[in-house]
Nanobody, 124 residues
C-alpha cells in the first residue's frame, strides 16, 4: 500500500525552528520528485518547496527562500522540511507529496501521492 506519513508538526513560538518528516512506504522515494505544500485557514493550498528526483533542482517561492530547506534521505525513504525563524503566518497544515515524473514543481497537479497533513501552529 502506497503511503506518505508526515510527522514533526506542533505548536511553537515565533522565531523557533521545526523539522517535518515524511516517511514513504509501498514505493521507492528515490524514483520520485518530492514536495511540500501547506494550507492556512481560509486559504488555498500552496507549494512551498520541491526537489527533483536527482536532487539537482530545488524550488521555493521567493518569500520562503532562505528560511525553509527541503531534503531527502533515500536510504530511509524519507523526506524532510527544515523550517527556521518561524512566523505566525506560517501556521498551516503541511503536506508532503511525491511526483512520479521526477520533475521539481510547486504545482499540485504535478504530484501523484499525498500525505494526510500535519498541523504547524506558530503563536506567542
Amino acid at each position: 500500500q502506497v503511503q506518505l506519513v508526515e510527522s514533526g508538526g506542533g505548536s511553537v513560538q515565533p522565531g523557533d525552528s521545526l523539522r517535518l518528516s515524511c516517511a514513504a512506504s509501498g514505493f521507492a522515494l528515490d524514483n520520485f520528485a518530492i514536495g511540500w505544500f501547506r494550507q492556512a485557514p481560509g486559504k488555498e493550498r500552496e507549494g512551498i518547496s520541491s526537489i527533483s528526483r536527482d536532487g539537482d533542482v530545488t524550488l521555493y517561492p521567493p518569500s520562503l527562500r532562505g528560511r525553509f530547506t527541503i531534503s531527502r534521505d533515500n536510504a530511509k525513504n524519507t523526506m524532510y522540511l527544515q523550517m527556521n525563524r518561524l512566523k505566525p503566518e506560517d501556521t498551516a497544515v503541511y503536506y508532503c507529496a511525491a511526483a512520479f515524473r521526477g520533475i521539481a514543481t510547486l504545482y499540485e497537479s504535478g504530484y501523484d501521492y499525498w500525505g494526510q497533513g500535519t498541523q504547524v501552529t506558530v503563536s506567542s
